[in-house]
């Protein structure tokens, strides 16, 4: 593999890894302020972590079985945010 190509997809695993957790610390913070929309925050920091953790793959499975209205709005926040992360993965 090209010395150039292991630090870009080393960057953009950091950039996914330091979004998602930005995420879920805005979450937690939102579950205390009434301001922000902590779960939502929540579920997307999942979302995102669910690319790189096997954890939080697993919690966004349990929280799809006992919540089935949700999961369809997780599905649609999945999909837009993997399209957010292949144009940011495309070679420029």
């Known amino acids: 593999m090209q010395p150039e190509l292991q630090v870009n997809i080393y960057a953009k695993r950091m950039l996914v890894l330091i979004v998602g957790w930005g995420f879920i610390l ?30 939080a793959h697993h919690l966004l499975a349990r929280l799809r079985k006992h919540f089935p209205r949700i999961s369809h709005i997780a599905d649609e926040a999945a999909a837009k945010a993997g399209n957010w992360l292949r144009r940011l993965s495309r070679p420029r």
Do not use: D, H, K, T
């Not at 805005?26 to 954890?55: D, K, N, T």
């Open 26 to 55: 805005l979450g937690i913070a939102g579950l205390f302020l009434p301001v922000l929309q902590g779960v939502l925050f929540l579920v997307i920091g999942l979302i995102i972590l669910s690319s790189e953790y096997v954890w």
